[in-house]
C-alpha cells in the first residue's frame, strides 16, 4: 500500500529557527512591539522598518541555509592542505593498537605474505608462554639459570620469568617442502616475523624461539553416494577441503564490506594491529586453535554440509601411526602442540545409486587449485578495501558575503547603482546615514560567514590557526570610501587583527579549542596545567597549549603505541642514541608530562654551566650560565654564592622572570624604538656606548635587583638586532629550553639467555649483515651465565617470597636537577602519570637522579654513568656482541642499582610551630618521604 502512496509537500512548511523567514519576521516585529510599540505602530511591508527587518531576516536564512549544508560539505575545501582528509584522524591511524594479545599477535604473523605479497607465508600460528625457570640461592640472594651453579649447599628456589613467549608456525602452500628453495623460503619467513615482531613487540615481554608446528597424520577411509547431477572430482575436491579445514581450521582475510556485513561495528573491526592484506574475524581466528581431537561424528557432519553429497555408507578415522594405540573408533587424540593432517593412507570412493565411480585426481587437483586461486582472490580485494573512506563534500564558498544594502529597493538609494532621480543634498545625506546605520549589521553578518567558513580549520586536528575570531572586508558598497576612513580592504588578516586585536585573546580561546579536541579522545590536561601555573606564572597558557598542540599532533602514535616496546633488534647508530626509537610508554608519558624531548641521549650534558671558583680555605664560589642552541651563551647570572644550589635556585628564577610575557604584549613592546631605558616585562633594555644595547633580566617585585644579563659582553649593535634577539631569547628559553630527558629500561631485557651464545646460529640460509642471529634451531643447552650478570633477588629468609626482578619491570630514570623535576608536587604528578600511563601489570622503579656533567661541587655521576653503560648495552644488545654483552649487562646493572634519588635542599619544620609558610624547601614532618 505504501509503494503506491503519493509523494505530497507538506501543508506545514514553517521550520520556526534561521532558515523560516517567515518566523524571522514575526520574531523580530514582536520585539519591535516589545521595544518600541508606543511610537511605531505601522508593521506592513510598506514600511522602511519593516523592509529593513525583511533584508536582515533574508540575509540570517543564508546564514541559516549555509549552516544547515550537509557537514562534509561545511568541512570541504578546495585547498588540498585543508579538506576534510587532513582535519580528522583517520579509522586507521586511531583505531588500530600494536598487538596486545595472543590472537594480536597471531593476526600479525598471519598477515605475513612471500614473493611480493602473492603468496601467504604463515597459514596459520600459535603464540605460546614460555616457561624458563630462574633459581635463587636464599642464603646468599644468587641467582643461577641451572641449579647446580648454586653450589650443593644452596637453599634453592624458583620463579618462573613471564613475559616470554615461543610461536609455533604453520607455514603457507608451497612451503612445505624440503627442497632448497622451500628452506630459504621459510627461513626468509621467520625472519619476517621476527622483524615484524621486534617493530611491534609488547613492553616487557619478548619473543624467544620460532618453531615449525609438527603433525600427526589421521587417516578417513569413507564410502559416498552423491546426487545424480553431482560433479564427483568438483565433489571430492570439497570433500578433502572441509576435513582438511576441520582438521586445521583456515583463516580468511575479509574486506571492510565484509566484516560490516558480519555486523561488527567500526571499532570491532579495527581493533588490535593494522593488517596489511584486509581484516581477520577475530571469532574465526579463535576457532583455529590446535586441535586435542578428531571427533568421527564431526567429520560426518562437515561432509554430509557438502553439496553433492547425498549419503556416507560408511566411514572410518585412524592414526596412521602404526605405534599410535586408538582405543576409540569415534575418537583420535592428538598429541600436544601437533596439528593433525590427512595422511596417505586416506581413501575416499563414490558412487551414484549403485553405480561406482572413478575419480580423475588431475581434476581433482585441478579443482582444489582453483579454490586457492579463490582464495587468493578474495584476499587480494581484502587488501585493496580495508579503508573506511572520509565522505566526499561539495567545497562551497562559505564566506563569500554580499552586503545587504544592495538588496534594498531602489528607491532606498543605498544599493549599487546609488539614488534613483533627483540627488538632492538631503537625499544622499539621508542614503548616507542608513548606509552608516546598516553597516554595523553589514559587519556582523560578514564575521558570521567568515567563521562558517573558518571552522574546518579552528576545529581540525592538524589545524595550525592562530587567531580564533576572523572577519572579512565589506566589498561592493557604493561610496564606502566615504563612510569609512582607513578601512583595510586587501588583507582580511589585518583588518581582523585590527579589529578584534583587543577582544581575542588567541591563547586563551585555541588553548580552549584543544581542549574540546583533547576531549573527544578521553584525555585532559586540567590537571598538568594547575600545576604549570605554580611554576611558569603568565607564562603557563602559552607553554601549555605548545604541549597540547605538539600532544595532538602526535596523538595517532601515542595512542596506538602507548604498549610498544622499543625496538632492540635495530642496528643503525641512529636507532641506539639519539633516537625517537623509544617505548610508547615512554613517548606518551612524557607527551603528558610536558617533556620536550624523549630521546635516548645523553640528558646530562646541559645546557646550564656551573663554574667553581675557589677563593681559599678550601672554600669556593659559584656562578652559573646557559647555552642556546648554537652553544652561545644566552644567560648569565650575576651574583657570585658560596652554596651550588643557591647559584642553581637563581637560574631557575632569571629563566622564570624572563619568560613571564605574553607573547602578543612582547611582541607590541617591540614595535616601538627602544632608546636602552624600557622595561619589557622583566627584561630591562640597557645601552652601552652608542648604539650597544643589552639586556638585564630584574625580579619581578623589585626591578632593582638584576637577576642575570643576556648579551652585556657582546651587546647588540643594532635596533633590528636586539629586537630579533629578544625574541629568540624568550622563544628559546619558553619552549626549546630543557634539562628534561627520560628513560624507561626494560628489566626483561637485561635477563641472561638460557640459550649458550656459543652455540647460537642463524637460523636457515639466510644471515643479515654477520650480525643478525636469532635462536638456535636444534638444541642449545642451557648453558651458564656470570652470576654478576643478574638483577638481585630477595635478602636471606626468601624462602615463602622470592623476588623476580625480571617480570613486567621497569625502572624510569628522570633528570631530578631540572627545574620542574626538583618541584616536589610536580614530581608527585609525573609519579602518578607514569603508574597510570604503563600498563596495569607493570611495575615501576622511579628515579629522580643527577647531576649535571658540569656541576662541580657534587662528585656524584649516576646520570652520566648510567647514560654510558645503557648506550653500550643497547649497542651490544642490537648488535649481538656476544663477547661484550655479559659486561655491557653487569655495567648497566651496576649504575642502575648506583643510582639516587636527589632532592630539592629545605629546612625539616614541625608543623606544630608557627614558621613562614613562604619559605622555600620547607619540609614538614610526617608529611615527607624521603
Known amino acids: 500500500m505504501s509503494e503506491n502512496s503519493h509523494i505530497m509537500i507538506p501543508k506545514k512548511v514553517e521550520t520556526e529557527d534561521q532558515l523560516d523567514f517567515h518566523f524571522l519576521r514575526r520574531t523580530g516585529v514582536k520585539y519591535i512591539e ?157 625472519i619476517k616475523i621476527l622483524e615484524r615482531y621486534h617493530a611491534n613487540r609488547s613492553l616487557c615481554e619478548d619473543l624467544v624461539d620460532i618453531k615449525e608446528i609438527e603433525t600427526q597424520s589421521v587417516a578417513v577411509c569413507a564410502r559416498i553416494e552423491v546426487t545424480n547431477k553431482a560433479d564427483e572430482e568438483l565433489v571430492h575436491a570439497k570433500v578433502l577441503r572441509s576435513i582438511n579445514n576441520y582438521l586445521s581450521p583456515e583463516v580468511h582475510f575479509y574486506s571492510l564490506k565484509q566484516m560490516l556485513d558480519k555486523g561488527y561495528t567500526t571499532d570491532e573491526i579495527f581493533d588490535g594491529p593494522l593488517l596489511d592484506n584486509g581484516f581477520i574475524d577475530t571469532e574465526e581466528l579463535r576457532n583455529s586453535q590446535l586441535r586435542k581431537e578428531v571427533r568421527l ?55 551414484k545409486g549403485s553405480l561406482p565411480l572413478n575419480i580423475n585426481k588431475k581434476k581433482v587437483a585441478e579443482y582444489l587449485d582453483t579454490f586457492l586461486e579463490e ?51 538631503e537625499r544622499q545625506a539621508l542614503a548616507k546615514q542608513l548606509q552608516a546605520y546598516l553597516l554595523f549589521f553589514d559587519k556582523i553578518l560578514a564575521s558570521y560567514f567568515k567563521h562558517l567558513e573558518k571552522v574546518k580549520e579552528v576545529l581540525s586536528v592538524n589545524g595550525t590557526l592562530k587567531r580564533t575570531y576572523f572577519t572579512q572586508a565589506l566589498k561592493g558598497i557604493n561610496g564606502f570610501e566615504s563612510l569609512v576612513n582607513d578601512y583595510v580592504t586587501n588583507d582580511d588578516d589585518k583588518l581582523t587583527d585590527s579589529l578584534y586585536e583587543e577582544l581575542d585573546n588567541s591563547v586563551e580561546r585555541r588553548n580552549q579549542v584543544l581542549d574540546h579536541l583533547i576531549a573527544r579522545f578521553a584525555e585532559t590536561f586540567s590537571d598538568y596545567t594547575f600545576l604549570m601555573k605554580a611554576l611558569y606564572g603568565q607564562s603557563t597558557d602559552e607553554i601549555v597549549l605548545r604541549n597540547k598542540e605538539v600532544f595532538l599532533k602526535e596523538y595517532s602514535t601515542i595512542s596506538t603505541d602507548r604498549g610498544l616496546g622499543h625496538n632492540y633488534n635495530l642496528t643503525a647508530d641512529d636507532d641506539i642514541w639519539d633516537t625517537f626509537n623509544v617505548s610508547g610508554a615512554q613517548k606518551r608519558i612524557a607527551r603528558l608530562l610536558g617533556i620536550e624531548n624523549y630521546k635516548h641521549r645523553n640528558v646530562s650534558d646541559s645546557p646550564v654551566l656551573i663554574t667553581k671558583t675557589p677563593i681559599g680555605n678550601n672554600k669556593f ?78 625580579d619581578d617585585s623589585d626591578d632593582s635587583v638584576v637577576i642575570a644579563t643576556h648579551k652585556k659582553t657582546n651587546p647588540y649593535t643594532s635596533q633590528q638586532a636586539l629586537k630579533d634577539g629578544i625574541l629568540k631569547l624568550v622563544d628559546y628559553l619558553k619552549y626549546h629550553f630543557t634539562e628534561e630527558g627520560i628513560f624507561l629500561v626494560e628489566h626483561l631485557l637485561l635477563k641472561p639467555s638460557v640459550k649458550n651464545y656459543d652455540l647460537m646460529g642463524g637460523i636457515g640460509c639466510m644471515a643479515i649483515e654477520d650480525t643478525f642471529i636469532v635462536m638456535y634451531d636444534g638444541d642449545g643447552g642451557t648453558g651458564a651465565a656470570d652470576p654478576d650478570t643478574f638483577m638481585t633477588t630477595c635478602e636471606e629468609g626468601c624462602e615463602s617470597d622470592i623476588f623476580d626482578p625480571y617480570s613486567y619491570r621497569v625502572s624510569v630514570v628522570l633528570s631530578g636537577y631540572a627545574y620542574r623535576f626538583m618541584d616536589a608536587d610536580f614530581r608527585r604528578y609525573a609519579e602518578t602519570v607514569i603508574r597510570q600511563e604503563l600498563p596495569a601489570h607493570v611495575l615501576a622503579k622511579i628515579c629522580w637522579v643527577g647531576d649535571r656533567q658540569s656541576e662541580v661541587e657534587t662528585a656524584m655521576t649516576d646520570l652520566s654513568d648510567f647514560e654510558r653503560t645503557y648506550k653500550k648495552f643497547l649497542l651490544d644488545k642490537a648488535r649481538n656482541n656476544i663477547s661484550s654483552l655479559g659486561q655491557s649487562t653487569k ?34 614532618l610526617g608529611q615527607s618521604n624521603i
Not at 650 to 679: K, S, V
Not at 906 to 918: E, F, T, Y
Request: glycine share 8%.
Open 375 to 425: 582464495q587468493e582472490a578474495l584476499r587480494v580485494d581484502a587488501r585493496l578495501n580495508k579503508v573506511l573512506e572520509l565522505p566526499e563534500g561539495t567545497p562551497y564558498d562559505l564566506g563569500n558575503y554580499e552586503s545587504i544594502l544592495n538588496e534594498f529597493p531602489d528607491t532606498f538609494g543605498v544599493g549599487t547603482s546609488g539614488i534613483i532621480g533627483n540627488p538632492n543634498v
Open 621 to 698: 664560589t659559584y656562578k652559573w650560565k646557559v647555552k642556546d642552541k648554537d652553544n652561545a651563551i644566552a644567560l648569565c647570572g650575576v651574583k657570585i654564592f658560596q652554596i651550588e644550589y643557591a647559584a642553581i635556585k637563581t637560574l631557575n628564577e632569571a629563566i622564570y622572570q624572563t619568560i613571564q610575557i605574553d607573547q602578543e604584549d612582547l611582541e607590541n613592546a617591540l614595535e616601538a624604538t627602544l632608546n636602552g631605558t624600557e622595561r619589557i616585562g622583566n627584561m630591562m633594555i640597557k645601552k652601552s656606548g652608542m648604539d650597544n644595547f643589552y639586556v638585564e633580566i630584574v
Open 34 to 190: 516589545e521595544l518600541g510599540g508606543k511610537l511605531w505602530t505601522d508593521y506592513n511591508s510598506h514600511d522602511p522598518g519593516i523592509t529593513t527587518l525583511e533584508v536582515l531576516s533574508y540575509a540570517i536564512t543564508d546564514l541559516g541555509m549555509r549552516m544547515n549544508l550537509n557537514m562534509e560539505d561545511i568541512l570541504s575545501s578546495k585547498d588540498k592542505e585543508k579538506n576534510i582528509e587532513n582535519q580528522f584522524i583517520k579509522a586507521t591511524e586511531i583505531l588500530p593498537s600494536r598487538p596486545l594479545n595472543e590472537l594480536d599477535y597471531r593476526k600479525l604473523f598471519i598477515d605475513i605474505g612471500l614473493k611480493g605479497g602473492s603468496t601467504r607465508a604463515v597459514k596459520n600460528c600459535w603464540w605460546v608462554p614460555k616457561t624458563e625457570l630462574i633459581y635463587a640461592d636464599c642464603k646468599t640472594s644468587r641467582l643461577a639459570l641451572n641449579p647446580s651453579d648454586l653450589g650443593p649447599d644452596a637453599a634453592i628456589e624458583s620463579f618462573n620469568v613471564k613475559g616470554l613467549y615461543d610461536l609455533y608456525v604453520e607455514y603457507g602452500e608451497g612451503l612445505e617442502g624440503e627442497d632448497s628453495s622451500d628452506v630459504c623460503d621459510r627461513s626468509n619467513t621467520r
Open 297 to 351: 561424528s564431526d567429520i560426518i557432519n562437515v561432509v554430509m554440509k557438502v553439496e553433492g553429497v547425498k549419503e556416507i555408507r560408511e566411514i572410518s578415522i585412524a592414526g596412521c601411526n602404526g605405534s599410535l594405540q586408538q582405543g576409540d573408533e569415534w575418537l583420535i587424540c592428538i598429541e600436544h602442540g601437533k596439528k593433525p593432517v590427512l595422511c596417505d593412507l586416506s581413501s575416499f570412493s563414490y558412487s
Open 891 to 924: 655495567d648497566l646493572l651496576t649504575s642502575l642499582t648506583n643510582l639516587n634519588n636527589i632532592y630539592k635542599p629545605g629546612r625539616l619544620l614541625d608543623c606544630a610551630v608557627d614558621d613562614n609558610d613562604s619559605l622555600d624547601g620547607k619540609i614538614i
